[in-house]
Nanobody, 116 residues
Framework: QVQLVESGGGLVQPGGSLRLSCAVSGFTFSRYAMTWYRQAPGKERELVARISSGGGSRNYAVSVKGRFTISRDNVKNMVYLQMNSLKVEDTAVYYC?????????WGQGTQVTVSS
């Protein structure tokens, strides 16, 4: 049974930092790319960052490039999103995603609120 559990969200002031974590189980984690998405109120879910199975390739949305860093630990079955220089427009629910054999698996999401 595939499970993804996000944590680390919260309330932070503009310019602050947060580190999101996603604990993964139920599949061979090291074989699959992992992706962080986010969804702000009234907006569609958007891709934030993706990391390849081995961690050697990373891609970012233009809006977060240079501020966010995705990483993974294939021993601990964890994927992370380090978010620096946060902006009000980064406020959203952040989701961890795994695409396995044509199916998308999602966590429950973690709320990130950037506000003064």
């Amino acid at each position: 049974q595939v499970q993804l559990v996000e944590s680390g969200g919260g309330l932070v002031q503009p310019g602050g930092s947060l580190r999101l974590s996603c604990a993964v189980s139920g599949f061979t984690f090291s074989r699959y790319a992992m992706t962080w998405y986010r969804q702000a109120p009234g907006k569609e879910r958007e891709l934030v960052a993706r990391i390849s199975s081995g961690g050697g390739s990373r891609n970012y949305a233009v809006s977060v490039k240079g501020r966010f860093t995705i990483s993974r630990d294939n021993v601990k079955n964890m994927v992370y999103l380090q978010m620096n220089s946060l902006k009000v427009e980064d406020t959203a629910v952040y989701y961890c995603n795994a695409a396995i054999s044509g199916l998308n698996y999602w966590g429950q999401g973690t709320q990130v609120t950037v506000s003064s």
